[in-house]
């Protein structure tokens, strides 16, 4: 009998109807008001790229309600997003430890201003639905064999099994042994 240890990262969606249950507007709202935001800076200051929400905080141009709106939104997708996590994963592994969830909203977006789609893309970057998440799954194995690698596959399949109905989106991004 041994543990393994797995660390996976994942992205997570959370649905539009489990958020809508808290919020008094749709979340979307918030992204397209920073992408119009986002797109016009870009345009008056020719930068090339669209900055991340922190950013925004600077600029007197911007109401401050809305950066304060967008952080509430990603603390309470992060709420949700761990509980349902531990919810879901608990019965399964022997134990599920959250290292760190990071909104993704409040990354640098990836979309270029040229692109055709750049408004819509950076609308939904913005939107502070989505969040990234670092766990390490622990799980009792009766098997002796320490150098196959069945546990990262044994965990990514279960936990996508059991999270895929709960969440918009999930992307396992990363996986690997701890052992």
Not at 18 to 37: D, E, F, H, K, M
Not at 91 to 98: A, D, E, M, N
């Amino acid at each position: 009998m041994r543990f393994d240890k797995v660390l996976i990262i994942i992205d997570v969606q959370l649905k539009a109807d489990q958020l809508q249950q808290y919020l008094p507007c749709s979340v979307n709202i918030i992204g397209r008001t920073l992408a119009a935001i986002a797109d016009e800076y870009e345009k008056e200051n020719k930068t090339g790229y669209y900055p991340a929400i922190d950013f925004f905080k600077k600029l007197d141009s911007v109401d401050p309600d809305l950066i304060a709106s967008a952080e509430q939104v990603a603390w309470l997708v992060a709420k949700l997003a761990r509980e349902t996590i531990q919810l879901k994963l608990r019965p399964i592994f022997s134990s599920v430890q959250i290292q760190s969830i990071q909104t993704l909203a409040f990354s640098l977006p990836k979309i270029r201003p040229n692109k055709a789609d750049a408004i819509d893309q950076l609308a939904k970057h913005y939107t502070p639905d989505s969040v990234k998440i670092e766990l390490v799954l622990t799980m009792m194995r009766r098997d002796s064999e320490s150098e196959d690698n069945r546990a990262v596959l044994y965990a990514r399949k279960m936990m996508f099994r059991w999270l895929e109905s709960e969440f918009e989106m999930i992307e396992v991004t990363s996986s690997k042994s701890l052992q």
